[in-house]
């Protein structure tokens, strides 16, 4: 038996395999300890990091994330979380890039305003020109607009992560049709990022399709961040495996388990 989580079925992201269709991040934790628990339950191979908030190096004597989710083990995955325009988030991969010996895989997010966190789909298409131009992989936070993630693709970026709703919110699934439309036109991988709550949210997203989906808050904001680590890593699989499985069709009216067709008697 095949299982979603084995090389066989594994995610593809510019070319390279990752065992794990989780993705988590490293912020809002109590502690680099607590971060690296949650992570390991989570079974994540991909590891998001706020180049802006979080120290991988850049700041000598203080911790060091590094030093918990050690690069051998894990893909960093730099993002720009906090930048509000396209020059801020091209010097923040620029900055990843140098700070990781040439690593060019990177998150996109170029938010539109602090209150929604909505990306700014202007100025996110602006960058991600200008970083596929630079040679990076570009994974790059999106709307749920289908059209805006064809132009991305278009583009280069090697997946794209339109959110679910907004960022933090915990309100989950607010749109499966749009997803639904850019799964079934995406030729590079659909990852849900932002507004999963709980473990039904991230099963729902695999169940539509979806590549993969990121989180954080929905761990790091839990009462027990390693428990919920590790139902959201059931939930993926949970997910994936009924989507590959093939749900049975909606119906109005019952149909029984056990026809009543040609019964004795």
């Known amino acids: 038996?095949?299982?979603?989580?084995?090389?066989?079925?594994?995610?593809?992201?510019?070319?390279?395999?990752?065992?794990?269709?989780?993705?988590?991040?490293?912020?809002?934790?109590?502690?680099?300890?607590?971060?690296?628990?949650?992570?390991?339950?989570?079974?994540?191979?991909?590891?998001t990091v706020a180049i802006r908030r979080t120290n991988i190096?850049?700041?000598?004597?203080?911790?060091n994330l590094l030093d918990v989710l050690p690069p051998d083990r894990y893909t960093l995955l730099p993002n720009t979380a906090g930048c509000y325009t396209a020059d801020d988030a091209v010097r923040t991969c620029r900055l990843a890039r140098e700070l990781l010996d040439g690593h060019a895989l990177v998150k996109l997010e170029v938010l539109g305003d602090p209150k929604t966190l909505f990306p700014?789909?202007?100025?996110t298409l602006a960058?991600?020109?200008?970083?596929?131009?630079?040679?990076?992989?570009?994974?790059?936070?999106?709307?749920?607009?289908?059209?805006?993630?064809?132009?991305?693709e278009a583009i280069g970026c090697v997946a794209v992560m339109p959110l679910a709703a907004p960022i933090g919110s915990g309100l989950g699934i607010q749109n499966r049709y749009n997803l639904m439309e850019i799964v079934e036109n995406a030729k590079v991988p659909v990852i849900v990022d932002a507004g999963v709550g709980t473990a039904s949210d991230a099963a729902i997203a695999m169940e539509l399709g979806c590549d993969g989906?990121?989180?954080?808050?929905?761990?790091?904001?839990?009462?027990?961040?390693?428990?919920?680590?590790?139902?959201?890593?059931?939930?993926?699989?949970?997910?994936?495996?009924?989507?590959?499985?093939?749900?049975i069709p909606r119906k109005r009216h019952a149909s029984a388990s056990s026809p009543v067709d040609g019964l004795i008697g």
């Open 213 to 247: 989906v990121l989180m954080n808050t929905a761990i790091a904001g839990a009462k027990d961040p390693v428990r919920m680590a590790r139902a959201m890593k059931l939930a993926v699989q949970a997910g994936r495996d009924a989507f590959l499985a093939g749900r």
């Open 127 to 152: 960058a991600a020109e200008t970083l596929v131009a630079d040679g990076f992989d570009v994974m790059v936070y999106t709307s749920d607009d289908p059209i805006l993630a064809r132009r991305l």
């Open 1 to 47: 038996m095949t299982l979603p989580h084995a090389p066989e079925d594994a995610l593809l992201i510019a070319g390279k395999a990752y065992s794990s269709r989780l993705l988590t991040g490293t912020g809002k934790f109590r502690d680099l300890d607590e971060t690296r628990r949650a992570t390991d339950a989570a079974g994540a191979s991909i590891v």
């Open 57 to 63: 190096g850049q700041n000598p004597g203080e911790p």
């Open 120 to 123: 700014d789909v202007v100025q």
